[in-house]
């Protein structure tokens, strides 16, 4: 999987945001579907918060939409393994 972060400027101190972009082989079960080896490839932004020199608290958004029509995966399937 390979990742790369982007740094929006955005750090109003104590929040920093960061657009991240991810890319990777589908190699293993993943969204209830058995590995394809696809290459698949998705946006998310990550929001930290920081108290000193610390993250204290981290929240995550992806496109897990995205994601399930890049491996064919079911409408309702389930990021944990069934």
Known sequence: MHL???YLGIR???LI????TFKGI???????TD???REIAWAGAAFFRTEGDKIIELWVLGDIDGVKRQLGA???????PS
């Open 74 to 80: 079911p409408a309702g399937a389930s990021f944990l």
């Open 4 to 6: 790369m972060c982007q």
């Open 17 to 20: 945001i960061l657009r991240m």
């Open 35 to 37: 590995a394809t080896g």
């Open 26 to 32: 589908h190699k293993g079960r993943f969204f209830d």
């Open 12 to 14: 109003k101190m104590p």
